[in-house]
């Protein structure tokens, strides 16, 4: 069952909101199973939504949000590798920001986004925060700016009952701790409201519509953007967009990245085990793109979010990123060391085309994302009937 309310007093008697609550029953040291998607989970009849009432932190977007907001207690100090042989879950926080969508009140997307976790050594023991943003009601509905009619609010509000009822009973969800909104704050704001709430050095930045599609050593990559000498705030992981992205460069911008890419075993701390065993070049990055990443949680704070440069209901790579080009294609590429944004291509770099891996995430489009059973009550065919005919 689940009950939505606060607890009274909690561990040393501080007062214990219901997203902690959940942090308390879902982080359970039992071994992660992945659940069947065989058919969709559905809300308890015990769940009754008072997203309007949940009590909120101090803080969080849409009570009284300013750009230089306070991190919570508990906040890491800094970025330093002490020991490279911290288990990943010590060194990085997942943060999912979802929203409505079309498939809601299933949950199987945001299930199938976890279970790709399994490609990601260490990363299911991971804390993850799922980040429920708001929403505005109105009889046009326009998703990217969190407007959908009172009906798509009903199912949402059953989509996050859902989910927080996996919380409490689904293995897969046994290190997630929910986070709910109370207004739509937009997809920028939402992430601070996660990222307010890591104390690890690094974050895991996804979306409840990217799932990773192939194996990917994420520990090296924490420990680059952990050494204070490497200069690299974030990495993303290749996607279908970003294959080529060196010739992308010279063909959009007329800059040559040349020797500014960088084999990841030279940026590693010496004291790194495995400094000969990675592979891979990280190619510099001129845009801060919102798809999966994992980041310096203080580079975050400091630099994103507290500069006032993103307003409520801001993409941060509509806004962020895009000063971020502007000045890079304004200055030249020596502007871009004050970023160290990067690409983590894993593959052996072919020098003619500047890439040589292939897509470790893929993108699903939550907002055209339907489970099989949604296509044929929608529809009225099914897949296998539409795949005949497209032949």
């Known amino acids: 069952m ?4 606060t607890k009274e007093n909690g561990p040393m008697g501080s007062a214990v909101t219901e997203e902690e609550v959940h942090a308390t029953v879902g982080d359970r040291s039992q071994p992660i199973s992945m659940p069947s998607l065989s058919s969709d989970s559905k809300p308890t009849a015990a769940c009754t939504s008072s997203f309007h009432q949940r009590p909120q932190v101090s803080g969080d977007a849409g009570d009284s949000c300013s750009g230089s907001g306070a991190r919570d207690a508990g906040e890491h100090d800094g970025r330093g590798l002490e020991n490279p042989r911290q288990p990943l879950h ?3 926080t997942v943060v999912i920001n979802t929203s409505p969508v079309m498939s809601n009140p299933s949950t199987a997307m945001l299930q199938i986004v976890l279970e790709s976790f399994r490609h990601v050594p260490g990363l299911q023991e991971c804390r993850t925060i799922i980040i429920f943003d708001g929403y505005k009601v109105a009889q046009k509905p326009k998703h990217k700016s969190g407007v959908i009619t009172s009906e798509q609010g009903a199912l949402y509000e059953e989509y996050m009952c859902a989910v927080e009822g996996l919380v409490v009973s689904d293995a897969a969800f046994a290190r997630c701790t929910t986070v709910r909104l109370k207004e739509r704050v937009g997809f920028g704001w939402a992430l601070r ?3 307010r709430r890591v104390t690890t050095p690094t974050v895991l930045v996804m979306q409840h519509d990217f799932l990773f599609v192939r194996h990917v050593d994420l520990e090296p990559l924490v420990h680059v953007i952990r050494s204070p000498d490497a200069g690299v705030n974030y990495l993303s992981l290749l996607s ?3 294959l080529n992205y060196a010739a992308q460069v010279v063909t959009r911008y007329q800059l040559k990245l040349g020797n500014l890419v960088r084999p990841l075993h030279d ?3 010496v004291r790194d085990e495995r400094q000969g065993a990675v592979s891979g070049c990280l190619v510099p990055l001129l845009f801060w793109y919102d798809k999966p990443h994992v980041a310096s949680t203080e580079y975050y704070w400091e630099h994103v979010f507290n500069t006032g440069v993103l307003r409520k209901g801001d993409f941060i790579e509509d806004v962020w990123g895009q000063q971020m080009l502007a000045d890079i294609k304004r200055h030249g590429l020596q502007e871009h060391a ?4 990067f690409i983590y291509d894993d ?3 072919d020098p003619r085309t500047g890439f040589g891996g292939t897509p470790a995430i893929r993108h699903i489009d939550g907002r055209r994302f339907l489970t099989s059973e949604q296509k044929v009550a929608r529809y009225g065919i099914t897949l296998n009937e539409l795949r005949i005919e497209a032949a």
Do not use: H
């Open 338 to 341: 004050k970023y160290g944004t």
């Open 2 to 5: 689940i009950i939505c309310k």
């Open 90 to 92: 010590e060194q990085t």
């Open 193 to 195: 409201a996660g990222v």
């Open 347 to 349: 593959g052996p770099v």
């Open 267 to 269: 940026l590693l701390p």
């Open 240 to 242: 279908s967009s970003t």
